[in-house]
């Protein structure tokens, strides 16, 4: 071996040293699975002026880390959101109790423990408890081009 083929030689070593060395020990957090324990999820009052009612919310991961909207939300009965809508759609899934989803212009439908609802891109609606039942659901909403999941209305 001549020494422009020794240090060539050196130099693909050092690179796959390097390719393995950063894909075994990067902490990269996107390379990682995450788990927030129940016990680290922060619950708390929603945005006032978006929903009637004393609803909680539960978050789970920040939107722009995993790019989809992601929280449960639990309605006194009665209480239900503003009308609003999803750039990219949204979906639900009830985890307890009984509630009310409603598109403009349609009558409400009633939602169910385990029911899922899928609310595509830009219909407006609302959704929330029954008026003689609480309810909780899981919100999945992706974020568009600009970072938003919803857009609120009256
Ligand atoms: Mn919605």
Known sequence: MNKTM?????????AI?????????????????RIIRESEQKVGPVAPDNFTGAATSRGYFPAKEIGVSTGEVTFPAGARTAWHSHPRGQMLIVTSGRGLVRQW??????MNEGDAV???????????????????????APLDGEGRSSTWME
Do not use: R, Y
């Open 6 to 14: 020794k240090l060539a030689a050196a130099l693909a070593l050092a």
């Open 17 to 33: 040293a390097g390719i393995f060395l950063w894909n075994t020990m990067c902490a990269c957090a996107a390379q990682e699975i």
């Open 105 to 110: 212009g349609e009558a409400p439908i009633e």
């Open 118 to 140: 899928w609310i595509p891109a830009n219909v407006k609606h609302w959704h929330g408890a029954a008026p003689d039942s609480a309810m909780s659901h899981i919100a999945m």
